[in-house]
């Protein structure tokens, strides 16, 4: 089991910057994914970015690159995600997951933490 727990929403003002953290625990996360998926009310949930525990590689959504940045802290086994020149519309419940690289879909979700961006 892996337990996730975000931190770090909260309300911004378009323009601005806010950090996600999220907590691991319960096992090693050295064959896992971790990843930032958000979603807005009335919309499909949106993978926004993702950091290979071992390999340190990462993907992000074309409606993030060049503002948001994901990285990890081995040591307190968190993953962030940096968020840049926020906009409006990326107001939604951010959620953390993690899956292991075999599968498909995220296994363990955390609670979420809301953003909201005004304009």
């Known amino acids: 089991q892996v337990q996730l727990v975000e931190s770090g929403g909260g309300l911004v003002q378009s323009g601005g910057s806010l950090r996600l953290s999220c907590a691991a625990s319960?096992?090693?996360?050295?064959?896992?994914?971790v990843g930032w998926i958000r979603q807005a009310p009335g919309k499909e949930r949106e993978s926004v970015a993702t950091i290979s525990w071992s390999s340190g590689s990462t993907g992000y959504a074309d409606s993030v690159k060049g503002r948001f940045s994901i990285s990890k802290d081995n040591v307190e086994t968190t993953v962030y995600l940096q968020m840049n020149s926020l906009k409006p519309e990326d107001t939604a419940v951010y959620y953390c997951?993690?899956?292991?690289?075999?599968?498909?879909?995220?296994?363990?979700w955390g609670r979420g933490t809301q953003v909201t961006v005004s304009s």
């Open positions: 319960g096992r090693t996360l050295s064959s896992y994914i």
């Open positions: 997951a993690a899956r292991t690289i075999f599968a498909r879909n995220y296994t363990y």
